[in-house]
């Protein structure tokens, strides 16, 4: 299968060239150019199905053409070796709950997907001095560090703002070890964002090695998210309640809406999405007037859905070929301020004793304003709750416990290179760290 950019201005890539490279050439999104759809019995059957068989057919659909199939079923079965629920919150309301991965978050579905399949191509490819390259603020670090830890012929460096990411964020990357190299950069994120970007275009380092991104717009890192809306639906298909759902997406680059688009157009019976967002509303106000009006984003306690122009909206502009009428018979949206979400937190506590994070409490306050009678509704759960440990306690008004898994990160020893803003000084760091 071929890949064609968003921007229709570079040539269509191969599946390999399109996971090596990220990013088209004229900046466009990658898009498989042509979506495959399930028969009809593979949705009847669905009930029956483990995550671990759905995720295989779904996977094969995308990428069949392009990997042996054994060695692709080996990348599923390893990158979603972790537990997705459905749980029931209240009547007609579900949770999909997606942090049960070692950074309990989740990214890690799309971070170790990717990580296998890169591996892959660039072992087939003998690329050698092979570097993924991540800024992060936070969350996106952790979840490609541990995505990406061990993995055999890729060298991972997160570049992160020193004492600007909380303290469980940086033990999930800078205690590693083996491939992963934190770089502690004396600066802002957006010091870190602008040395990946001048790496990528000198052409001494190109020259020498291999340079990746590994964030979300890449194609394998985006696509396999397709695979848990299936999963949902399965879990409702196996107690009769697949008619009519809907589902209700915490969104930031709106890489997980756009992947569950996907699984729609594959035949998916899911009728319908909420967008959430918080006060970043971008994509709620393209809803409401038809005008996408990127703004510098501004800091909310859901702070993984600070973005202020979301990457991956060209992706579902071009699913739907620009039709702002036909986005919106799929999609519906919502916006929420921090004091509201600390609300849903404190309320949906009280009521019923399951414990949201600021992400999914978005979620969840959107389909309870969204959803309609005859609909079954699921929400997406995208953090564990323990990782925004004070602002929760803040709003449920007691102490809550940690997972031990999480913990443990905070127990091990911190190895970072303390660097300034200066790219030559990073550039020497990644000839000579190996
Ligand atoms: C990244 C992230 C989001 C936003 O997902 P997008 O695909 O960027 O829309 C939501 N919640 C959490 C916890 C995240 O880490």
């Known amino acids: 299968m071929k890949y064609y950019s968003t921007r229709h201005m570079a040539p269509n890539a191969s599946l390999q060239e399109a996971v090596i490279k990220g990013l088209a050439p ?22 029956n199905l483990s995550l671990t068989d ?12 392009d990997m042996d199939k054994e060695k692709l079923n080996a990348i599923v079965s390893e990158a979603l070796n972790f537990d997705i629920p459905l749980k029931k919150v209240e009547e ?10 070692p950074t309990f978050a989740f990214k890690d579905v799309g971070a170790r997907f990717m990580s296998r ?3 892959h191509f660039v072992q087939e490819q003998h690329h050698e001095n092979v570097k993924v390259l991540v800024a992060t603020s936070g969350d996106t670090g952790s979840a490609v560090a541990n995505g990406f830890l061990g993995v055999e012929g890729i060298q991972v460096f997160v570049l992160y703002p020193s004492g600007k990411v909380s303290e469980i964020q940086e033990a999930q990357f800078t205690t590693l070890g083996q491939n992963i190299v934190a770089l502690e950069i004396a600066g802002t994120f957006d010091d870190c964002q602008a040395l990946v970007k001048s790496a990528f275009v000198d052409e001494e380092l190109n020259k020498k090695m291999y340079l990746t991104s590994a964030n979300s717009i890449n194609i394998a890192r985006f696509l396999p998210q397709s695979i848990y809306y299936f999963y949902a639906y399965a879990q409702l298909a196996k107690q009769q309640l697949e008619d009519n759902v809907v589902v209700a997406v915490p969104s930031g680059n709106l890489g997980n809406l756009a992947a569950g ?10 009728k319908r999405f909420i967008a959430a967002n918080n006060r970043n509303d971008v994509f709620f106000q393209y809803l409401s007037t038809g005008n996408y009006e990127p703004r510098t984003s501004i800091q909310t306690i859901a702070n993984a859905m600070d973005v202020g122009a979301p990457s991956n909206f060209e992706r579902i502009l071009d699913l739907y070929n620009q039709s702002h009428e036909a986005i919106k018979q799929d999609i519906s949206g919502n916006t929420y301020s921090d004091a509201e979400i600390k609300n849903t937190i404190r309320t949906v506590y009280e009521k019923t004793g399951y414990l949201l994070d600021p992400h999914g409490a978005c979620a969840y306050q959107a389909l ?25 306690e803040e709003c449920i008004g007691s102490a809550i416990e940690i997972p ?26 990644l000839f000579n760290v190996s």
């Open 26 to 47: 004229d900046r466009g999104l990658y898009m498989p150019e042509k979506i495959n759809r399930l028969p009809a019995e593979f949705f009847n059957e669905i009930g």
């Open 54 to 65: 759905i995720a295989k057919i779904v996977a094969e659909k995308f990428f069949g053409d």
């Open 92 to 101: 007609e309301i579900y949770v999909l709950e997606l942090f049960h991965g």
């Open 117 to 119: 399949m890169l591996s």
């Open 261 to 270: 688009l996907f699984a729609k157009k594959m035949g998916l019976p899911i």
């Open 368 to 392: 309870k304003d969204g959803k309609k009678p005859d609909e079954t509704g699921v929400f997406l759960a995208t953090a564990h709750p323990a990782k925004f440990k004070e602002t929760v």
């Open 404 to 429: 031990d898994r999480l913990s443990a990160f905070m127990r091990r020893k911190k190895q970072s290179h303390l660097l300034s803003n200066d790219f030559n000084l990073f550039k020497k760091t």
